[in-house]
């Protein structure tokens, strides 16, 4: 019995696949890194920062010292802790907002966190403090 147009075209295209599935891992097989000697995968750092295969020429002069070079992380300046600024808002629940004076940044407050009695538009020193809805001010006192 004789087989059908449409399975020939089935198995035309099931032995196509086969045979570009064959060139594919061939050509994964030529390309692999397996078979790399050390030399072959180490990179150098080029006198501008670039990667390069070539070693660094050793009659090049360079410019700077490598004293100068800091490795690790940078260090972090402390942000100062006490800030000024002045009170923008205070509603009679007993929160507001001071606006700091350098940053210009509103920071949230609670009369809790205060140490005297303030009015809206007073001059205030304070420390911010992370809370879990952002920052906030704690230890607020009128400035003189």
Do not use: W
């Amino acid at each position: 019995m004789a087989d059908s147009f449409t399975k020939k075209e089935g198995i035309k295209k099931k032995i196509q696949k086969q045979k570009e599935k064959e060139a594919r891992r061939e050509e994964r097989k030529d390309s692999n890194d397996k078979g790399k000697t050390l030399d072959d995968m180490i990179m150098y750092v080029d006198a501008y920062g670039q990667l390069t295969s070539t070693p660094p020429d050793k009659n090049i002069k360079v410019d700077f010292d490598l004293d100068d070079i800091q490795l690790g992380a940078a260090k972090i300046e402390p942000e100062e802790t006490l800030k000024v600024g002045t009170v923008t808002f205070l509603s009679e629940k007993g929160y507001g907002f001071i606006t700091e004076e350098k940053s210009k940044e509103n920071v949230f407050f609670h009369e809790n966190n205060c140490t005297e009695q303030i009015k809206k538009g007073n001059r205030v020193s304070f420390e911010v403090e992370k809370s879990p809805k952002g920052f906030s001010a704690v230890d607020i006192k009128i400035v003189k």
